[in-house]
């Protein structure tokens, strides 16, 4: 005999209702209509839908221009750099939980310029103890030496996770401020895991870059930041991230992606004084010799074209090299261009500029005085080729 619909219906409830009260650990029916997704089996709807899990990124604050208060809202170089707290910042971010689980951490609040190699060491271990809780982190700094900064923590971090370092160009509190779309979209890009094993990348302006090559290019101008001659890694449009490049980093395999330069085997006293030393027309040998005398144990030479030096920083760099034992770096005072200059007592810049590479041979000092070794160095974590032999 075949039930009426209504009939079957109320037999249905019936019995599951039933079913229920045996077994009240069972739903037979959604009690919500919250979930995004749903399954059909034999005409009942089962949810499948749990909670959606956001990236845990941290945002370790080292003031800057980002963290500036302005005379008035539209005093665009009139303000005080490293002001603002970094947790008020991101309260004030809107949207942040459609992106990211968002925390802050205060580790200071001044221009990036004022910071010594010593705080860099241990902000450099602050980021590797955030990574082991959270999935990405932004550093927050200024702007005037962020490069610095960046390439500090590229060679110095030992987790593999996304580490994104921005700024800005403008305070947080004028019209027109880059400060708040910076912050928010170098969260997303953390958060995105694309830059996974990439090092630390730098993010303003909705684009980003390997830290080893970008370098600021104006003072004001809030596209600054450039990768000369190469060109950026990618850049963010909204919801769209886009990486068209990769840098050399990304491409080792994990068992050499880290440097040798862990800083939990050191002291920050450990970090050893190097110095650059800028030619030009005639320069003389005082700025070398000069460093030398005040216990640099490495100099960099940011030389004219294809990274010449005067003839009587020529003289000083040999007597250094000869009676002090100090290893030098030779780079171009040009802005772009590889160095190939090398020597005993000196090593070949490749295109790294000069405060990318008194950060490297500051590192490489400080973990040994041989030579070869820390040329050995410069020519593998110190190189931006790309080598893809063998595969």
């Known amino acids: 005999m075949l039930l009426s619909k209504s009939l079957w219906l109320k037999t249905a409830l019936t019995a599951g209702l039933a079913l229920g009260a045996l077994f009240p650990t069972v739903t037979m029916f959604p009690v919500s209509n919250a979930y995004a997704a749903e399954v059909v089996v034999q005409g009942t709807v089962v949810s ?3 909670p959606v899990k956001l990236p845990k990124i941290q945002v370790i604050a080292t003031g800057g221009t980002i963290a500036g208060q302005s005379v008035d809202e539209t005093s665009f170089q009139n303000y005080k750099a490293g002001t603002l707290l970094m947790e008020d910042m991101v309260k004030a971010l809107p949207n942040k939980d ?10 200071g609040n001044a221009g990036s310029g004022s910071y010594s190699m010593q705080q860099l060491y241990s902000l450099s271990l602050k980021v590797d103890e955030a990574l082991k809780t959270q999935d990405g982190v932004v550093v927050t700094t200024g702007t005037d030496t ?7 923590l590229d060679l110095t971090v030992r987790s593999p996770k996304p580490v994104v370092i921005t700024g800005s160009m403008r305070p947080w509190t004028v019209i027109g401020s880059d400060a708040q779309a910076n912050l928010y979209n170098a969260i997303k890009l953390a958060a995105s895991g694309k830059t996974k094993y990439f090092g630390t990348v730098l993010m303003l302006n909705d684009e980003f870059h390997t830290a080893r090559e ?3 290019s104006n003072a004001y101008r809030t596209d600054t930041f450039e990768t000369p001659k190469l060109g950026m ?3 963010i449009d909204e919801k769209n991230i886009r990486i068209y490049r990769s840098n050399a980093r990304s491409l080792m395999s994990e068992d050499k992606w880290a440097t040798p330069f862990d800083l939990s085997k050191i002291s920050p006293s450990s970090l050893a004084k190097v110095e650059i030393a800028y030619s ?6 005082g700025a070398i010799t000069g460093f030398v005398e005040d216990g640099a144990k490495g100099i960099v030479t940011a030389g004219t074209g294809a990274g010449g030096i005067s003839k009587a920083m020529g003289e000083a760099r040999t007597k250094a090299i000869k009676e002090k034992g100090v290893i030098f770096v030779a780079t171009t005072r040009t802005g772009s261009g590889s160095n190939y200059t090398s020597a005993d007592g000196i090593i070949a810049g490749d295109n790294l500029n000069a405060a ?3 950060i490297l041979l500051m590192l490489s000092l400080s973990f040994s ?6 040329k050995g160095w410069f020519d593998t974590y110190g190189s931006g080729q790309i080598d893809t032999a063998g595969k």
């Open 146 to 152: 962020m490069e610095e900064i960046a390439y500090f």
């Open 233 to 235: 890694l990618g850049y």
């Open 98 to 107: 459609q992106i990211a689980e968002v925390s802050s951490y205060q580790f």
């Open 280 to 285: 030009y027309q005639d320069a003389g040998s």
């Open 48 to 50: 499948t839908q749990s």
């Open 214 to 216: 970008v370098t600021k």
């Open 369 to 374: 005085s041989d030579f070869n070794t820390i």
């Open 356 to 358: 990318h590479a008194r």
